[in-house]
């Protein structure tokens, strides 16, 4: 079975300052991974997505990941945090074959302050 | 952008009552899915939906939720009896060719009292 852990409930960041936001996974074959961000009663949006390939993703409004494997990590990253990226981030992780469910983590609300 | 939508965006009914929630996926997509939101807690997923036929459910998913695709367009997931625990935000999401990126819908409020 599959599962991911995140790390931190809430991250507390300042405007401009490293946003990172952890997950690790487990599942017995490699994985696709996802990041989603939810901001306040939306829906999910797809941040980026690690398939195949290079392990560095980026996705959009700067943000980026990597894929460590060795620590089946999968940690969300973005250089300088704006106010706008106030929000619930989820990751989830899927097989890879066929049409397979998403796993969710349990988010994290990522607070930025002035 | 094509996105997918939901109907209605809330809906309150009394316990005991039967529900439909709906929505549209994008129009070339072949996979679809159903997660739900209790508040405070995590995505989780219910049910697939491929081929007009459910490819996997999960636990939440009993005899007490249906999904149909009734025409081309629609895809609804159906409680037939509500429960207090049944109040969530349910999520529609559906995939193209491929199937490794899910498009959500904004998500339908669904409180039963």
């Known amino acids: 079975a599959q599962s991911v852990t995140q790390l931190g409930s809430h991250v507390s960041v300042s405007e401009g300052a490293l946003v990172l936001l952890r997950c690790n996974y487990s599942?017995?074959?490699?994985?696709?991974l996802f990041w989603y961000v939810q901001y306040p009663n939306q829906g999910l949006q797809l941040l980026l997505k690690?398939?195949?390939?290079?392990?560095l993703v980026k996705g959009i409004n700067g943000f980026e990941a990597e894929f460590k494997k060795s620590e089946t990590s999968f940690h969300l990253t973005k250089p300088s945090a704006h106010m706008s990226d106030a929000a619930e981030y989820f990751c989830?992780?899927?097989?890879?074959?066929?049409?397979?469910?998403?796993?969710f983590g349990t988010g994290t609300r990522l607070l930025v302050s002035p | 952008e094509p996105e997918v939508t939901q109907t209605p965006s809330h809906q309150v009914t009394q316990m005991g009552q039967e529900v439909i929630l709906r929505c549209v996926p994008i129009s070339n997509h072949l996979y679809f899915y159903w997660y739900r939101q209790i508040l405070g807690q995590k995505v989780e997923f219910l049910v697939s939906f491929y081929n007009n036929e459910i490819s996997e459910k999960s636990e939440i998913f009993d005899d007490q939720f249906s999904v149909e695709r009734p025409d081309g367009s629609n895809f609804t997931l159906k409680i037939r009896s509500t429960k207090l625990e049944d109040s969530a935000m349910y999520f529609c999401a559906s995939a193209g060719q491929g199937a490794n990126e899910q498009y959500f819908g904004p998500g339908t409020r669904l409180t039963v009292t």
């Open positions: 989830a992780v899927s097989l890879t074959r066929g049409f397979q469910k998403l796993v």
């Open positions: 599942s017995s074959v490699p994985p696709y």
């Open positions: 690690y398939t195949t390939g290079a392990t």
